[in-house]
């Protein structure tokens, strides 16, 4: 992946949650496990395509006879909720938040609402002005549409905003909306196989306002 540029200015910063905020692999991984085995499906496979998406998706793509995805996707959502063991922010996350004016980022998540605050908070992370979940929208990553409603409602062009993402998944709606990209790695075993530049975490990386022209990160 090619190094992080602070050439160019942005007008807002849009952040994915989990994976990228904050991470919560382990409790999102007990949860799906357990439900996993109870309903016969290989585990391995579906965590590997687990992250980024939201819940609903996910059991709808596994197309399983006799089972009520929207009810299952609300369990899953509740045991989640339940489970915030380990949730803690990706190193720097919440400097970098706190030298961000509330109207120039938000957040956009494949989360529902109740679990996003609920993981939010157990990180010790703020809450943002513009909070895009899983209710949101029609349809969910990868398709553009939750990056695409937070720009706007921020009041700017997605074209002229930052995405930063962990997963594939969110990698293409940040795309898809015509956004630049930044991968947050903290949370990979793996590199992924992105040409978007990347960085481990938020230590290195301090926002900086450009008079008149939108804001610049910083890589110090």
């Known amino acids: ?3 992080f540029s602070t050439d160019r200015t942005f007008a807002a910063f849009l952040f994915d949650m989990d994976g990228t905020l904050l991470s919560s692999i382990a409790a999102a991984e007990r949860v799906w496990t357990a439900w ?3 309903h016969g499906v290989d585990r391995v496979a579906l965590l590997a395509h687990l ?3 939201r819940a609903i998706d996910t059991i709808r ?4 006879p006799g089972v009520d995805a929207e009810a299952e996707a609300a369990a899953i959502t509740q045991a989640e909720i339940n489970d915030v063991g380990g949730v ?3 190193a720097g996350a919440a ?3 706190a030298n961000l004016p509330a109207d120039r980022w938000a957040v956009v998540t494949s989360a529902p609402r109740a679990l996003a605050e609920r993981r939010m908070a157990a990180a010790g992370l703020p809450l943002p002005a513009v909070f895009i979940t899983a209710e949101d929208v029609v349809t969910g990553k990868p398709a553009p549409d939750g990056y695409r409603l937070a720009a706007t409602r921020l009041g700017v062009a997605a074209q002229n905003c ?3 993402e962990d997963a594939p998944a969110g990698i293409q709606a940040g795309e898809a909306a015509g956004a630049a990209v930044v991968v947050i790695s903290a949370t990979h075993q793996q590199p992924l196989n992105s040409p978007h530049p990347s960085v481990t975490s938020y230590g290195d990386l301090h926002p900086e306002a450009i008079a008149g022209n939108g804001w610049r990160i910083r890589h110090i």
């Open 88 to 90: 803690e922010p990706i």
């Open 1 to 3: 992946m090619p190094a």
């Open 95 to 97: 400097a970098f938040l």
């Open 61 to 64: 793509a596994l197309n399983l």
């Open 162 to 164: 930052l995405v930063f």
């Open 51 to 53: 992250h980024g998406r």
């Open 36 to 38: 996993a085995g109870r």
